[in-house]
T-cell receptor, first 111, second 109 residues
C-alpha cells in the first residue's frame, strides 16, 4: 500500500496567488481529513469528509479556504487568495475508523 | 468543545530510561485516544491507541493507560532508544479528533 499521497510536497508562492493542495487517500478508506500544522497552533483539523461528503468544515479558517472531494480517490484543499499567515504544513489523512493515516504533508510558504 | 492538554512540552531522558507523557481531556464523551509520533519532515504516525472501554494497552516497549474518571491518559515508553527521539502527540475524540500540543522527546545516547 502506497499510503496517503500528497502533492506538492513543497510550495512557495506569492501573496494573492491561488494554492491547490492535492491528496490521494488510501484505497478503501471512507474518511478523509485535512489538517494544518503550525508552531503556534499545533495540529488543527480543518475539514473532514465521509464517503466524499463534507461532514464538518468548522475548522476552515476563512472563506479563502475551500475543500472538495469529487471522488473516493482524490481531494483538494484550495486557498484563494493566499496570505503569508497561511504558511504551514498541510496534512491529509484517511481512515476507515479512528484518526487516520497521515500523508507526508505539503509544506506551504506564502511570501 | 474538547480540549486536550499535554505535558511536558519537552522531555529529555537517557537511553534505557523510561519516558512518560501525560494528557488530560475535557469532554467526557471522548471515547478514542490515539498517540502519534512525528519525526522531522514527516507526517504523524499512529503508534498506539486506546478506547474508552479499556484501562491499559501495551505494545512491546510502548504502553498507554486511561483513567476515564480523572479524564487523563498517559504514554509510557520503556527502555528508550535514540530512535525514539521525536515529537509525540496525544489526541482525544468525542466526534472529531483534537490533538494535544505535542511533546518533544530527546533520548540521549
Amino acid at each position: 500500500d502506497a499510503g496517503v499521497i500528497q502533492s506538492p510536497r513543497h510550495e512557495v508562492t506569492e501573496m494573492g496567488q491561488e494554492v491547490t493542495l492535492r491528496c490521494k487517500p488510501i484505497s478503501g478508506h471512507d474518511y478523509l481529513f485535512w489538517y494544518r500544522q503550525t508552531m503556534m497552533r499545533g495540529l488543527e483539523l480543518l475539514i473532514y469528509f465521509n464517503n466524499n461528503v463534507p461532514i464538518d468544515d468548522s475548522g476552515m479558517p476563512e472563506d479563502r479556504f475551500s475543500a472538495k472531494m469529487p471522488n473516493a480517490s482524490f481531494s483538494t484543499l484550495k486557498i484563494q487568495p493566499s496570505e503569508p499567515r497561511d504558511s504551514a504544513v498541510y496534512f491529509c489523512a484517511s481512515s476507515q475508523s479512528g484518526t487516520g493515516d497521515f500523508g507526508e504533508g505539503s509544506w506551504l510558504t506564502v511570501v | 468543545g474538547e480540549n486536550v492538554e499535554q505535558h511536558p512540552s519537552t522531555l529529555s531522558v537517557q537511553e534505557g530510561d523510561s519516558a512518560v507523557i501525560k494528557c488530560t481531556y475535557s469532554d467526557s464523551a471522548s471515547n478514542y485516544f490515539p498517540w502519534y509520533k512525528q519525526e522531522l519532515g514527516k507526517g504523524p504516525q499512529l503508534i498506539i491507541d486506546i478506547r474508552s472501554n479499556v484501562g491499559e494497552k501495551k505494545d512491546q516497549r510502548i504502553a498507554v493507560t486511561l483513567n476515564k474518571t480523572a479524564k487523563h491518559f498517559s504514554l509510557h515508553i520503556t527502555e528508550t532508544q535514540p530512535e525514539d527521539s521525536a515529537v509525540y502527540f496525544c489526541a482525544a475524540r468525542p466526534v472529531k479528533t483534537i490533538f494535544g500540543a505535542g511533546t518533544r522527546l530527546f533520548v540521549k545516547a
